[in-house]
Structures are given as C-alpha cells and as structure tokens.
C-alpha cells in the first residue's frame, strides 16, 4: 500500500510540474505578458490589495425568511385561518391524499405553503385581485414590465422542488424580493384585477427561463421592425411604344461576367455560412443536466377577455411573452387563479407544445372545487336521454351538488397598494442593469441621474461585450426637450432627437462633431418656426434647407461656399463669413400666376454673375421655358452708364409673347433678380449664424443639463415649496394679530370705572345699558347718514333733470350724451343707497339683539346679569 501511494504521489508531483511548464497560447502570452517586464513593489501590492478589497461582486439578493420579515404589524388575517379557510385546507388535503394514491409516480402538489407567519395558506387565496390606479398598469404588458423592474429575483432553494413558503404581494411589495412563484402571485393578482383571465402556473421550464439567463436571448430594444415596403404597380404596356435600341454587347463576356459574379456570390455565401456556425458553436452551451426537471413558475393568459385573441404565456422574471407551444416551457403540473385549482391530467413528453388549456375538460384538467366558472364539455344526445330517465334522481343529485359546493374563501392578503414614489422608481435602488446577447441595459428611476438618462442600450459587436458597437440613452425631464441620443461608435455619427418645446425647435440633429463648418443634418418642427423650415443639411462646403407651407412657395435652397480668403476661428464665422459660389433655389407650384411666369428653380452663379432661371411646365408640356441673365455692373470703368442690351438675356419660351422679348421687361426682371439675389445671401449667411447659436446653445445645455420639475411635484418643486410654506407662515402670522388685535366692546366702558375694583350688580347693569345705548345711537347715525346720501343723491338728479328741461332745445349731442351718462350713473348710486337703507333697516334690531344675548354671556358679566336674563 505504501509503494502504491508513493507511486500515486510521484505521477501526481509529475504532473503539476508539466502543467507548470506548459507553454501558454501565443495569442493568450500576448494578452497577459506586458511589453516592460516590471516588480512589484510592497507598495504596489498593497495599492493592488486596496483596489481589489473596493471592488464589489454582485451576489444573488438572500431570500425571505421568517427571520427577516417583521410580522409584529400584519393583520390578523395574516397569523389565523377562519374556519372556511380550515375547511378549505381539510378538502385540499384529502384532495393531495387522493391524487397521491391515484398518482403514485408523480411529485406532490403544490396546495397550502406557509405564508410570512409560518401560517398554511391555500395558493388561490394568496391571490388579491387589484386594480392599480396608474394607467401603465392597465394593460398586461405594463403590469409584467412593473413587477420585472420592481423585484430582485431571488432563485428557489431547491431548484427541483417547489417551495415550501410563498409570501404576500404585500411583504413582496415591501421587501422588493422573491422567487418566481412570488412574481407570479403578484402579476396575476394585478393581471385579474384589470380584467385578464389570468393563472399562476407550477411547472417546469428551461435553466435560462429559471434563472433569468438572458445572455443568449436578443433585447427586444434591438430588434428592428421590418418595414412593409409597397410593390410598385407596373405601368400597362402602351400600344404604340418606341422599340429599345439594339443591344450590342457581347454576349459572352456578358456569360462570363454572370459566371464571376455567381462564384463571388457563392463565395460570400459560403464565408457568411461558416462565420453562422462559428457563432452558434461558440453560442453553444453544455447540456443541462436537469433538463426537464427544473421547477418555475410563470403565468398562463386565456384568450377571451380583454379582446386577447390567443391564449399565451408570460414569464415574470423578463416580461416577455411566449406562446403556449415554446420549446423553454417543458412541462405544467398545476395551475390556479382567486377561484379554483386545477390539475393537470396530460402528458407532457413534447412539453407544452400538445396541451390544450380547456380547463372546463375533466379528463383533462381535474379541479379542486366544483364552484368553477369554467363550461363543462357537453354531453352527447344518449347521454341527456339517460339521464332525463328520472327526473327525482336528477333533482335529488342536483341538490346533493348544492349542498356539497363549496366556494373559495376570500383573499387572506390585504390590498395590494403602491405608492406613487414606489411607482416612480420601479426598480431596487432606482437602478437594475440586464445583460442580453451582445447587448446590456441599464435603467434608472427618474431624477436619479443628474443629467435625466433613465435607460441606456450598449450594443456590442461580439459576444464577450468588449467591443462597444453603439450606444442609445433615454432621458426625461430635460429643460432642452432630449429624448434620445444614439451614438454609433464605428462610424462616429451621434444623433439627438428632441421632444416638442425646444427653444430652436430641434427635432433631430445628427453629427459627427460639435464644431462648425463640419457635417450634420438638423430637423425642425416646422409648426413651430415662422420660416417653414424642417431640414437643414451642412457639410464643410455647402448647406442645404429644406422649406414647407412658406407663403412664397420657396421649398429648396442649397448654398455652395467657396474658401475663405484669410483664416479665422470657426466659432468667429460672423466677422468674415465664407464667400458665397453659388445659391440654387427651388419653388412649389404658384396657382395664381401662369405656369411660364411661376419660376421653378433659381440658380445665382455669383462667381460667374450670371442668374439662371426655369420655370414651371405647362400641364400637357414636357419642356419648359428658361432664362438666364448675365449680371454686370450698372457702370463701367469710365463711370459711363451701361444700357441693357439684348445679348445679356439668353431665353428659351414655349410659346413666345411679345411683352417678354421687349428689353424694358428684361431690365425690370434683372433688377428684380439683383435684389432677390441680395436677399438670398442674406438669408444664408443668417443661417449659418443660426446654426453657430444652435452650437453654442447645445454647449451650454449639456453643461448644464437642467432638469425641470412639475408643479404638482411638491417633494421635488423648491420653489413651489418655498413659496407655499411662505404663504402659511404669513396667514398664520396674520392669524395671530388678528387675535391679538381683536376689539373689547367692554373696554371703552370698563375704563371709566377704577382701576381693580370688582363690579357690583348695579355697575354691571348700568354697563350693559351704557353698551346697548351707545350701539343704538350707531345704528341710528348709520342710518341717518345712508338717509341724507340718499336725499342729497335724489335732489342733484332733480336739478339735473330740472336744468335738462329748460336747456333741452339749446343742448349739443355731446351734451345730452353727457346728460344720460349722469342720469344713469345717478339713478344707479339712488338705487344702491336705497337697497343699503332697507337692509339696513332689516338688520338692525337683529344686531341689537345679537349684542344684548352677547352681553348677558359676557363671562364678566355673566354671574351678576343671571336675574335679569
């Protein structure tokens, strides 16, 4: 034994010195080795030691357990069963007894598991049916993207067994954790509550689909939609056409050229093939030794209600939706929903893909409960023929069916509620990061990231993720209205689309660099600019806009640039702007001018001084009139005066007229064109103002990167905030002085007695009346008072009138317009006055009386008035 082990131990020791001078991989040597040989110093290794401790490796979340969920404040539901739901779990368990005897060789079912206080809870009644009030969480798609975001996945203890737990929506909720049966229980409950026939279902799936293995699938972000391009209608063969020319080419280097062309062809398809298997052997992975045996749990959707055409699956953990025939669904042992248990009685050897989810067959599927809001199959005409036999019996096992239906007991959970802060930041932390197949997303809540980016897309060119390929942010809450910005890295293009609202009515801009006079494309929302104009294209040398709905019918102007004379810095193109070469304008159709007067396109050659003009074609024309002038000077060298001459209009007409070949036309059009030529220039040289301003303002605002804040954000809002608290801090303080300010009616008449005396019942008698008095003569001097206004009203109206009578004949319109003015003005104050005295004269003794009855329950007053009251 002991020369066996000795030997044992020689070939062991053999062994790891040739795996210790095996050479490494030339490709690999060049990766580890460095190109300077250096030593590590302490330092330096205890720097490395430093960087290495700082980094954190990401772990799987820790599941519940009853050790971490705080039970002391949940309901009583939650630590008791009522006694339906003992007797539900007494049929559950004789209905686990039966299935066991009857099904030897299958696992257990899945019935009452343990909830958070180690209570046994029957599966459907961990399902509470809610509603959300968010309208994202209407649809189903909403709902499963809200409950991937929201929870941290947590994997099953065992993965070949159901768990022996499964918490509420609430503590799931609280704790922002589960396994797959707890993200199935909440997104059904939300799902039935918006009115899907929804099901939590207990099976089996694939090991990607059990542990949120995304890495070989494609992010759905990524897929492009194929656009449906329409067929062009070939045009019918005309009856009298033009015979094609004669094709004169050789027809055997024609052959030949057909014959390179297919062994290129043929050539690349190959290459392309072998680069296909390449990837998928490289894609590959190892078979899954549980194949077939791992428990998941996901939701099965039945076609019917909410308008959903085709029964189908959605998996919790990504959101997605497969149908019901997926290879990664391999086998279902049980479903339910707030209502019933249903078991399933089918084989499963091809997975998923032969079941038929008629929960109302029987022999199909067995239910726990004969309470179920499934039809029952329908039974042939010999069957209804037996069984109308005896019409006793019938109504006999119709009772007996009565009396032996049991309902489910209602949801022990409470209401499932999420906060609108919750809502707000969806995933754990505000933040989640999914890795896809050559792809990785990352999310963020709003407002958590100071620049607004709330998701991210890194696509990469291989599958280890090394090679960045491109790159799109979503942001929200941006003062300059960024939406998206995609950033391809290859070719180096960045492009930003704006939402509606920015200051310049960006739409699109996609560049290459933030520097003048280099190549970008701008889109406008051209609604929103008085210009009309929704594209603006630039390169080094020439700009190109384009116009729509302008009231000159201008829709087309490209500008060539010429070198500058002398260099400057590109941000300072306003003190020397580039030398214009040639302006090429373009025009809609004008309906109000004749179509040889509508020009359709304009070409100043500034260079050359000549102006191009084309104009519109007739409707049954196929050419068109031109024009072109030679531009000079109005003087010459001499200062001589240089007439307009007929070699200086070059013109083609359709149909010539007379008025046009007459040189005082010619003249008027030329001078016309100068002007239009100085306003073409102009406008060119403001757009490339606009477009250094554009720059400049993009600058600024990515510094910056404000984020604006709602005014119904008042968590957010400090400005909002401030102010309203400013304006309860004020009321309050007025509030105070007012109470503090607040008149005695007693004080002018308490000062007259001595200061510190008690008051004796005759005092305080003559008190009440010195009171009384003095309110009483108030309100009859208020009276008089309103009484003499109104008198004195009535009697300047009289003398007005009385003045209008002995004047009228002698009276100017302005005069009696002035005269009506103050009659009505007049009658308005009278009736005014008289409406106060009236009311003045109904309230009064009211107020005398308010103020006796206050009097008597003046607590100063109160003891020694008691045998008068």
């Known amino acids: 034994m002991e020369v066996l082990r000795e030997k044992v131990e020689e070939e062991e020791e053999a062994e790891r010195e040739e795996r210790a001078e095996r050479p490494l991989r030339p490709e690999k040597m060049t990766k580890l080795l460095p190109k300077e040989t250096t030593t590590l110093t302490q330092e330096m290794l205890r720097e490395m030691e430093k960087q290495l401790l700082e980094i954190e490796v990401p772990i799987p979340g820790e599941p519940l357990t009853k050790n971490s969920v705080d039970i002391t404040k949940l309901p009583l539901s939650y630590k008791i069963n009522t006694p339906k739901e003992e007797q539900l779990l007494q049929v559950a368990n004789n ?99 918006s009115g899907y026939d929804a099901y939590c279902v207990n099976g089996y799936a694939s090991l990607d689909l059990c542990l949120m293995d995304l890495t070989r699938e494609v992010c759905p972000l990524t897929v492009k939609i194929k656009e449906i391009v329409p067929e062009k209608e070939k045009a019918p063969p005309k009856k009298y056409a033009i015979k094609p020319p004669r094709d004169l080419s050789s027809r055997f280097e024609h052959e030949q050229e057909t014959k390179k062309q297919e062994e290129m062809k043929a050539a690349e398809e190959k290459r392309l093939r072998d680069e296909e298997e390449r990837l998928l052997e490289a894609e590959k992975v190892a078979p899954d030794s549980l194949h077939g045996l791992r428990v998941h749990s996901w939701v099965l959707v039945l076609s019917g209600k909410r308008e959903v055409p085709e029964s189908f699956f959605i998996d919790p953990f990504t959101a997605r939706s497969y149908s019901t025939k997926d290879e990664h669904f391999l086998g279902i042992e049980s479903l ?166 920015h200051p310049q009515a960006l739409r699109v801009h996609s560049y290459k660099s933030m520097l003048p006079e280099n190549d970008r494309t701008m889109e406008f929302y051209e609604s929103a600019r008085v210009d009309g104009l929704i594209k603006r294209e630039e390169t080094s040398t020439t700009m190109t806009e384009y116009f729509q709905g302008r009231p000159d019918f201008l829709s087309y102007r490209h500008v060539k640039f010429g070198p500058r004379v002398k260099k400057i810095p590109l941000n300072n193109a306003e003190a020397n702007p580039r030398p214009l070469v040639k302006i090429i304008e373009q025009f809609c159709r004008n309906p109000a001018k004749p179509a040889d007067e509508d020009v359709a396109e304009r070409v100043f050659l500034i260079m050359d001084e000549r102006i191009q003009l084309r104009y519109h074609c007739r409707d049954d024309y196929i050419t068109a009139s031109k024009r072109e002038f030679l531009r000079r000077t109005e003087v ?108 005695d009616y007693l004080a002018p008449f308490l000062a007259q007695l001595p200061p510190g005396e008690k008051l004796t019942r005759w005092q305080a008698v003559h008190l009440k009346d010195e009171c009384l008095s003095d309110f009483k003569q108030r309100l009859i001097n208020k009276a008089n008072l309103i009484q003499a206004r109104f008198e004195k009203e009535t009697q300047e109206l009289q003398k007005k009138q009385q003045w209008y009578q002995e004047n009228q004949v002698t009276l100017t319109s302005e005069d009696e317009d002035l005269y009506l003015s103050y009659c009505s003005q007049a009658m308005f104050r009278i009736r005014i006055l008289e409406q106060r005295l009236n009311r003045h004269k109904e309230l009064a003794p009211l107020k005398y009386l308010a103020l006796e009855e206050k009097l008597y329950k003046d607590p100063r007053l109160t003891e020694l008035l008691k045998v008068f009251a």
């Open 636 to 743: 010459d060298s001499k200062g001589n005066k240089i007439i307009m001459t007929s070699d200086m209009c070059i013109s083609f007409e359709v149909e010539p007229m007379e008025h046009t070949k007459k040189l005082l036309y010619q003249y008027e059009t030329m001078m016309h064109l100068k002007s239009e030529e100085k306003l073409s220039r102009h406008q060119a040289w403001e757009s490339e103002l606009e477009v250094l301003e554009i720059l400049k303002l993009r600058e600024e605002e990515e510094e910056t990167h404000a984020l604006t804040i709602s005014i119904y954000d008042t968590k957010r809002n400090e400005k909002s905030k401030e102010y309203r608290e400013a304006m309860e801090r004020v009321m309050h303080e007025e509030h105070l002085r007012q109470m503090e300010t607040q008149l």
């Open 336 to 501: 339910w929903n707030h209502k019933n248990y249903w078991v399933n009685m089918q084989d499963c050897w091809n997975g998923c893909k032969d079941l038929v989810f008629d929960l109302g067959d029987p022999v199909r599927w067995e239910f726990l409960l004969l309470g179920t809001d499934k039809p029952h199959l329908m039974m042939s005409e010999e069957d209804e023929d037996g069984l109308n036999d005896d019409d006793d019996d019938v109504e006999n096992l119709g009772k007996e069916d009565e009396e032996k239906n049991f309902d489910m007991p209602h949801s022990w959970v409470e209401q499932i509620e999420i906060s609108p802060e919750a809502f707000e930041t969806r995933c754990p932390n505000g933040e989640k990061v999914i890795q896809y197949k050559k792809a990785k997303l990352e999310k963020w809540a709003p407002y958590l990231n100071s620049k607004g980016l709330v998701c991210r897309l890194t696509t990469y060119e291989d599958l280890e993720c090394t090679k960045i390929c491109e790159i799109k942010e979503w942001y929200q809450n941006r003062e300059d209205m960024l939406e998206l910005r995609h950033v391809n890295k290859t070719t180096g293009l960045n492009i930003d689309y704006f939402k509606p609202g």
């Open 95 to 193: 209905f686990s007894r039966q299935y066991s005897h009857l099904c030897p060789d299958r696992v257990p079912l899945l019935l009452y598991p343990l909830n958070e206080c180690q209570v046994p809870k029957f599966v459907s009644t961990t399902i509470r049916p809610t509603l959300m009030p968010y309208p994202d969480l209407y649809n189903w798609d909403g709902c499963a993207q809200f409950v991937s975001d929201f929870l941290t996945m947590v994997p099953l203890p065992d993965p070949l067994k159901p768990p022996t737990d499964l918490y509420s929506s609430t503590t799931v909720l609280k704790y922002q954790k589960g396994n797959c049966f707890d993200f199935s229980t909440l997104l059904c409950s939300m799902l039935i509550g």
